[in-house]
């Protein structure tokens, strides 16, 4: 079973759309939570680290279920330039580890 | 500032060649790692260290070697190249710091790694 799950897409919404991703952890132990982006043939950008009450930054909303084990990502109006994969990572402390989802691709079309 | 940097961004090897990769970062980042990333799968913990002179196991570390004689360089070395080791490879650092979101990691570019 792997550590942190997510739907690999694509998702494909027209410019100004709202579209969410959610994504599953395994590690009950897990303490930190975040969203990267990474464009094609790119390296992983932090996007947002996801806070236990939630929290925004701009069009981006995260959430986290901890009962649950999922974390959530909402884009709102989305742009063209918001076409990328976002990864899903989950950090458990203790082990100094970070796990990686396989990543959504999201398509934002004119 | 040049942040996390990676040598060589290209590399085509012959199967049984050996190869050294290198990662350096000018954050004074205690941590390091070094992923790969292949269609499907995500990225992958291959080793990591948390300090100079420490290296621990990630998930995928068999074929691999890696040495951390100074803080800001990580070397990730292939002793016997494999096809099933054609990849693309990043490295990451981030800040050791005390509790939770003081961890965020930063990647440099990758190496594009194809063993024939």
């Known amino acids: 079973r792997k550590e942190v799950e997510q739907d690999p897409g694509p998702f494909n919404v027209p410019e100004g759309a709202t579209v969410a991703f959610n994504c599953t952890y395994s590690?009950?132990?897990?303490?930190?939570f975040f969203w990267y982006r990474q464009d094609c043939r790119k390296e992983p950008k932090l996007l947002m680290s996801?806070?236990?009450s939630g929290n925004e930054d701009g069009r981006f909303t995260a959430q986290l279920n901890r009962a649950s084990q999922y974390i959530s990502l909402l884009i709102r109006d989305s742009k063209l330039s918001d076409s990328a994969t976002y990864l899903c990572v989950v950090n458990i402390i203790d082990f100094n580890k970070f796990y990686f989802g396989s990543g959504t691709k999201l398509n934002v079309k004119p | 500032n040049a942040g996390v940097t990676q040598t060589p961004k290209f590399r085509v090897l012959k199967t049984g060649q050996s190869m050294t990769l290198l990662c350096a970062q000018d954050m004074n980042h205690e941590y390091m790692y070094w992923y790969r990333q292949d269609p499907g799968m995500g990225l992958r913990l291959i080793h990591y260290s948390v300090g100079e002179g420490t290296t621990a196991k990630g998930e995928v570390p068999d074929g691999y070697n890696v040495s951390r004689l100074k803080k800001q360089n990580f070397l990730l070395g292939l002793e016997s190249a494999a096809p099933s080791q054609t990849s693309v490879y990043f490295c990451?650092?981030?800040?050791?710091?005390?509790?939770?979101?003081?961890?965020?990691?930063?990647f440099g570019p990758g190496t594009r790694l194809t063993v024939l």
């Open positions: 996801v806070y236990s």
């Open positions: 590690n009950s132990a897990s303490q930190s």
């Open positions: 990451a650092s981030s800040y050791a710091g005390s509790g939770p979101f003081t961890d965020t990691q930063y």
